[in-house]
């Protein structure tokens, strides 16, 4: 079973949808969560931190679940610019400033005019 | 501005040559760098995690002869790919942590094709 797990999708959506991506991970003891962004043949980009009380920023909308292991991102009023690969990204040996990431497989996200 | 230069962008080599790919950390000092690989179309997969003045610490599969790292100082850390072969050809990208809220950051990646 892989660490991190998502629908690799794509998922197509009209511009104006709402689309939620999920992300489960298998380690317990995981202590920090991300949500990246990566368009074709770049960098990832952090998107926006995952706690378990939920944060939002602007359009896009965490949630973290400890119990179910689960972590899901959903993004309201799609726009074009939305379009690229969500990562799922887990910290699971803190050690401070010396945690390793793990990587979900990603989620393409196509939004279509 | 970037916080973490990977250089070079795009390299092309022939088969059997060794690549050496440079990762450096322009804000901050950086005791521990990761590597990181990703095939098309797949995740991003650690392959090592570089430590200033002392050896790499390799994840399972990876073989640590073919994939030098070297982490002289506390702002460098190189990745030597030796004897490369077409199935090396891949994304490396690189990536920092900063401090103890785990800000992270990547360098710009590299992309190998070897021929």
């Known amino acids: 079973r892989k660490e991190v797990e998502q629908d690799p999708g794509p998922f197509n959506v009209p511009e104006g949808a709402t689309v939620a991506f999920n992300c489960t991970y298998s380690?317990?003891?995981?202590?920090?969560f991300f949500w990246y962004r990566q368009d074709c043949r770049k960098e990832p980009k952090l998107l926006m931190s995952v706690y378990s009380s939920g944060n939002e920023d602007g359009r896009f909308t965490a949630q973290l679940n400890r119990a179910s292991q689960y972590i899901s991102l959903l993004i309201r009023d799609s726009k074009l610019s939305d379009s690229a690969t969500y990562l799922c990204?887990?910290?699971?040996?803190?050690?401070?400033?010396?945690?390793?990431?793990?990587f979900g497989q990603g989620t393409t996200l196509q939004v279509k005019p | 501005g970037a916080v973490v230069s990977q250089h070079p962008s795009w390299v092309i080599c022939k088969s059997g040559t060794s690549v050496k790919i440079e990762c450096r950390s322009l804000d901050f000092q950086a005791t521990t760098m990761f590597w990181y690989r990703q095939f098309p179309k797949q995740s991003l997969m650690l392959m090592a995690t570089s430590n200033e003045g002392s050896k790499a610490t390799y994840e399972q599969g990876v073989e640590k002869d073919k994939f030098l790292i070297n982490h002289a100082s506390l702002t460098l850390s190189t990745l030597t790919v030796t004897s490369a072969h077409p199935e090396d050809s891949s994304f490396y990208i690189c990536s920092v942590t900063q401090g103890f809220g785990n800000t992270i950051y990547f360098g710009e990646g590299s992309w190998l094709t070897v021929v």
């Open positions: 990204v887990v910290i699971t040996d803190g050690s401070g400033n010396t945690g390793k990431l793990i």
């Open positions: 380690n317990s003891a995981s202590q920090s």
